[in-house]
């Protein structure tokens, strides 16, 4: 489809396993984006790449956190020795946009996360 | 560094009665300011924005005004259906990413 597409949907998986979820942007939007949603605790934001280089990893919650984007498209995110406080939806959204302007992000329908 | 904090949830109308969700804002600047809806079972989606001081942005019958002075951003809607139900997002540029509040749960009932 045209959208952003996330996958899996659903994830559940033991603590300290570890997870990779996976987004694919909208073709020729140039910046890229992950966000977690956690009940009560809105939108937080994670990592956001422009291109394939990641400007700003300061969300990253945990070095147990990381995200790599290839090719200037697909990006994942990878989540190391689960803890249950990962639990969450993760968000991807793509913007043509990035640097000085944000513009309107597409987000993807999110991967929900549950470490058991 | 730059926010947004917008009123708690959940708020419960009944249909075509009159919303106001509030936003206020934190900034060094004069970011941009949207509002995102996510409808139940789908992706957050842009409902409006407004790009600076005293623009107004609409959308589906919901506006919101940039007000500089309150430094606020609120949702307003004159008359909410049932399909209005959902979770309302008031969020800032920081420049390279979006920074959200927590979010608002809408249920309009019949």
């Known amino acids: 489809g045209a959208g952003v597409s996330q996958s899996p949907s659903n994830k559940v998986t033991e603590k300290g396993k570890d997870v990779e979820l996976r987004c694919d942007p909208i073709?020729?939007?140039?910046?890229l984006y992950w966000y977690r949603q956690s009940l009560g605790q809105g939108l937080e934001f994670l990592i956001y790449?422009?291109?394939?280089?990641?400007?700003?990893k300061s969300g990253l919650p945990s070095d147990r956190f990381s995200a790599e984007r290839t090719g200037g498209s697909v990006s994942t995110l990878t989540i190391q020795r689960t803890q249950q406080e990962d639990s969450a939806v993760y968000l991807c959204?793509?913007?043509?946009?990035?640097?000085?302007?944000?513009?309107?992000?597409?987000f993807g329908e999110g991967s929900r996360l549950t470490v058991l | 560094g730059d926010s947004v904090t917008q009123m708690e949830g959940p708020v419960t109308l009944s249909e075509e009665a009159f919303l106001t969700i509030n936003c206020t804002y934190t900034?060094?600047?004069?970011?941009?300011l949207f509002w995102y809806v996510q409808y139940p079972g789908e992706g957050l989606q842009l409902l409006l924005k407004?790009?600076?001081?005293?623009d107004k942005g609409s959308n589906k019958g919901f506006e919101a005004t940039y007000r500089k002075e309150t430094t606020s951003f609120h949702l307003e809607k004159g008359s909410v259906q049932v399909s209005d139900s959902a979770v309302y997002f008031c969020?800032?540029?920081?420049?390279?990413?979006?920074?959200f509040g927590k979010g608002t749960s809408l249920l309009v009932t019949p």
């Open positions: 959204a793509s913007s043509f946009f990035g640097r000085a302007n944000t513009g309107e992000l597409f």
């Open positions: 073709s020729g939007h140039t910046a």
């Open positions: 790449f422009q291109g394939n280089s990641a400007p700003d």
């Open positions: 900034a060094t600047g004069y970011p941009s």
């Open positions: 407004a790009t600076k001081a005293d």
């Open positions: 969020a800032l540029d920081s420049g390279y990413a979006l920074n």
